[in-house]
């Protein structure tokens, strides 16, 4: 028989962080805001989370076009704001925590989803101006994601890791958007996945209740 599964991230995955890019011409005033576009300075030291945005989930899909995978209906980022410029300029943040829950499978002879851990925190994160939000692991490391499954076999634990992550923030609706980010395996049975992309949406990104622009 022959299982195979997906998983990384993040994500983080996932794991991510801030949110948006400012209109042009936006009133001069720090990368990060609260309230609105040019409105109250994000304070360094503050801490931004996002839940899912709501009716979407997270996924790990075996391929950028398929649907074979895992896929969670919950998961949250926490991001401590280190550094906040003026705009344009490029906030840093540092990522603390990523997780996942309500972890489903579709994958033939995987019976359920025990865990999703994001390994190698804290990431640094940076949010442009631009809207271009990275998540980049420590020096010498990797954003690496562990995935437990229940199978027909026992438990099977496959591990994902990838040079980092690229999303896009907006302030539309103060969210980040993380699509077909690619992860290899590095190790787990045969019935894992050689490769995983994952993908999300956190919205809204707030702080201390307040929603977070970009300028």
């Known amino acids: 028989m022959r299982t195979r599964t997906l998983l990384p991230l993040a994500a983080a995955a996932a794991a991510l962080t801030l949110p948006l890019a400012a209109p ?11 309230g609105s576009a040019g409105g109250t300075p994000v ?34 980022f926490s991001a401590t704001v280190t550094g906040n410029p003026t705009a344009p300029g490029t906030a840093t943040e540092s990522l603390t925590a990523h997780t996942f829950a309500g972890c489903t499978s579709n994958v033939s002879g995987v019976l359920g989803v025990n865990s999703i851990t994001v390994q190698n925190l804290p990431y640094g994160t940076t949010v442009t101006s631009a809207g271009v939000v990275t998540v980049s692991p420590p020096s010498g490391s990797t954003i690496r994601t562990t995935v437990s499954l229940r199978t027909l076999l026992g438990n099977v634990s496959c591990v994902y890791q990838g040079a980092g992550l ?6 539309a609706d103060n969210s980040i958007t993380f699509s077909n980010q690619p992860f290899s395996k590095v190790s787990g049975s045969s019935l894992c996945f050689s490769n995983a992309y994952f993908s999300a ?7 201390s ?3 977070v622009f970009v300028n």
């Open 24 to 34: 042009a011409g936006a009133v001069a005033g720090p990368v990060l805001t609260t």
């Open 43 to 76: 304070a360094v030291g503050a801490v931004l989370s996002a839940p899912l945005a709501s009716g979407t989930a997270a996924t790990f899909y075996s391929s950028a076009t398929g649907t074979s995978g895992v896929r969670c209906t919950t998961s949250q």
């Open 166 to 171: 690229t999303g896009a923030a907006s302030n």
């Open 201 to 207: 949406k956190y919205a809204p990104v707030t702080t």
């Open 209 to 211: 209740g307040a929603a």
